[in-house]
């Protein structure tokens, strides 16, 4: 097994979830993760650590609409049939909620998913041809 260099911090693993939902450094758990609501930085500003490896795509926005879909639908159904409310109680409350929920988890989901990224070392995909197709 090889050692890090002496000049290179050594960085136990952190908790993904603890350091995800606060939206922390997945290295230090101390420098913000995020600038702004939910840019990504290029860096750690306490480790230095380079977040060129991140990239959620699509994925927090995707489980976070199909959390609060499922959990939302429920509690709007059992609202609709045991209080029967009017139609403009759904546009004026139960709606805006849901945004709300989605917009409120939305960026410890994203954390996460940065945070699971590098603690599994997600890189970009590298294909390789295997010479059966043409030179491709």
């Known amino acids: 097994m090889t050692e890090p260099a002496p000049s290179e911090p050594l960085h136990p693993r952190l908790n993904t979830l603890a350091t995800g939902v606060r939206c922390r ?4 758990g101390k420098g913000p993760l995020l600038r ?3 840019t990504i930085r290029d860096r750690c500003p306490v480790c230095d650590l380079d977040y060129g490896f ?3 795509a699509d994925g927090p926005a995707f489980f976070v609409m199909s ?3 499922v ?3 429920a509690a709007f159904m059992a609202f609709e049939f045991t209080v029967h409310p009017p139609t403009w109680v759904h546009f004026a409350f139960t709606f805006p909620l849901l945004a709300a929920a989605c917009l409120l988890i ?3 989901f994203k954390g996460w998913m940065v945070a699971e990224q590098y603690v599994h070392k997600a890189a970009p995909p590298e294909f390789e041809s295997v010479g059966k197709h043409g030179p491709f």
């Open 36 to 38: 702004g609501y939910l």
């Open 67 to 69: 959390v609060v879909g």
């Open 106 to 108: 939305l960026r410890p």
């Open 71 to 73: 959990l939302g639908m």
């Open 25 to 28: 450094c997945p290295r230090c």
């Open 54 to 56: 991140a990239d959620p």
